[in-house]
């Protein structure tokens, strides 16, 4: 849709000002939710804009990646569950918020390990939604909605010409490996979350510094994110 939408020299083109386009959308959106947050406003566009030149997310947000567009997904889903509570839990904005979760796990599957903390926060702000069933299929089928972008996968795949990939997912169990990236298994090192989280504390122990009273009382809300 994007490469239709903009008419731009070639398709490798498009495809990284699509990525940079959902770069600055994922900056924006840290941002507001920083100030939906109680951020003051140059608080949360200094972190923002901080988060958007960090080596890592600005490498892949200048070429074509999917990164990018999945923390624009993940930040939007963010920001739909803080409106969903502020807002007095109406059904409608947290079927809009399973709704781009579903499309952010069409995008990648880290949107998966996302899950937990999601359910997590909407039964600590709504716990009668589980006596709500009505309420549950509403945002089961939102979600189911938004995942359903994988259904373009097989259809593509069977399509002429082929997609250049080591092979067509055109049945189940292709599709389904094509899904849950089986194929990245084998690089994939496996690791407690324990020894990843050491791990990350011995890499960053060197750079990490302590705050300051002034910078803890600038970053410290006026108003909670509430649960």
């Given at each position: 849709?994007?490469?239709?939408?903009?008419?731009?020299?070639?398709?490798?083109?498009?495809?990284?000002?699509?990525?940079?386009?959902?770069?600055?959308?994922?900056?924006?959106?840290?941002?507001?939710?920083?100030?939906?947050?109680g951020?003051?406003?140059?608080v949360?566009?200094?972190?923002?804009?901080?988060?958007?030149?960090?080596?890592?997310?600005?490498?892949?947000?200048?070429?074509?990646?999917?990164?990018?567009?999945?923390?624009?997904?993940?930040?939007?889903?963010?920001?739909?569950?803080?409106?969903?509570?502020?807002?007095?839990?109406?059904?409608?904005?947290?079927?809009?918020?399973?709704?781009?979760?579903?499309?952010?796990?069409?995008?990648?599957m880290?949107?998966?390990?996302?899950?937990?903390?999601?359910?997590?926060?909407?039964?600590?702000?709504?716990?009668?939604?589980?006596?709500?069933?009505?309420?549950?299929?509403?945002v089961?089928?939102?979600?189911?909605?938004?995942?359903?972008?994988?259904?373009?996968?097989?259809?593509?795949?069977?399509?002429?010409?082929?997609?250049?990939?080591?092979?067509?997912?055109?049945t189940?169990?292709?599709?389904?490996?094509?899904?849950?990236?089986?194929?990245?298994?084998?690089?994939?090192?496996?690791?407690?979350?324990?020894?990843?989280?050491?791990?990350?504390?011995?890499?960053?122990?060197?750079?990490?510094?302590?705050?300051?009273?002034?910078?803890?009382?600038?970053?410290?809300?006026?108003?909670?994110?509430?649960?």
């Open positions: 849709a994007f490469q239709a939408a903009v008419p731009l020299g070639d398709a490798a083109l498009r495809l990284n000002l699509m990525t940079a386009v959902a770069g600055a959308g994922a900056v924006l959106l840290a941002a507001v939710i920083a100030i939906r947050c951020a003051r406003p140059s949360a566009a200094a972190g923002a804009l901080a988060f958007g030149l960090a080596t890592t997310f600005w490498r892949t947000s200048a070429r074509a990646d999917p990164h990018p567009l999945h923390l624009l997904l993940v930040l939007a889903v963010v920001l739909l569950l803080l409106e969903w509570d502020h807002r007095g839990r109406p059904l409608r904005w947290l079927v809009a918020a399973s709704l781009l979760a579903g499309l952010a796990l069409g995008n990648h880290l949107m998966a390990l996302m899950g937990p903390a999601i359910v997590v926060y909407v039964l600590c702000g709504d716990r009668g939604i589980i006596r709500r069933p009505l309420h549950l299929v509403a089961a089928g939102a979600a189911m909605l938004g995942m359903a972008v994988y259904l373009y996968v097989p259809l593509r795949a069977a399509a002429s010409p082929a997609v250049h990939h080591d092979y067509a997912p055109t189940w169990g292709l599709f389904w490996r094509y899904v849950l990236g089986r194929d990245f298994d084998d690089v994939i090192q496996k690791a407690t979350f324990f020894e990843l989280a050491c791990d990350i504390i011995l890499r960053a122990g060197p750079n990490l510094q302590p705050l300051s009273p002034s910078a803890i009382a600038a970053l410290r809300p006026s108003e909670g994110c509430g649960v």
